[in-house]
Nanobody
Framework: QVHLVESGGGLVQPGGSLRLSCAAS????????MGWYRQAPGNQRDLVAV???????NYADSVKGRFLVSRDNAKNTVYLQMNSLRPEDTAVYYC???????????WGQGTQVTVSS
């Protein structure tokens, strides 16, 4: 069983920055795509940003230019640098890892990000 462990959430003022990290408990050669989703109360879980093993990225329109996803394949870790945070970014952020065919999916336990003055 693979576990994804997230860290780095918390409370930040509007305009501030946070960096999330997610480490897999062991190497999974079949994992192709790693990234982040978020879920606010009453909403569905939505894509924030993902990155493939080769470094191709995809971002939600709402975070383009403010968030940066990166990955260290040697450490089985994915990061999310969040800048210029807004109150609407408040949500539980979940780490995700999946294979190319999306038939194997792993989720972290979630980390709360709150943007408020």
């Amino acid at each position: 069983q693979v576990h994804l462990v997230e860290s780095g959430g918390g409370l930040v003022q509007p305009g501030g920055s946070l960096r999330l990290s997610c480490a897999a408990s062991k190497s999974i050669p079949s994992i192709y795509r790693m990234g982040w989703y978020r879920q606010a109360p009453g909403n569905q879980r939505d894509l924030v940003a993902v990155i493939t093993k080769g470094g191709t990225t995809n971002y939600a329109d709402s975070v383009k230019g403010r968030f940066l996803v990166s990955r260290d394949n040697a450490k089985n870790t994915v990061y999310l640098q969040m800048n210029s945070l807004r109150p609407e970014d408040t949500a539980v952020y979940y780490c995700n890892a999946e294979n190319f065919a999306r038939t194997m999916k792993y989720w972290g336990q979630g980390t709360q990000v709150t943007v408020s003055s």
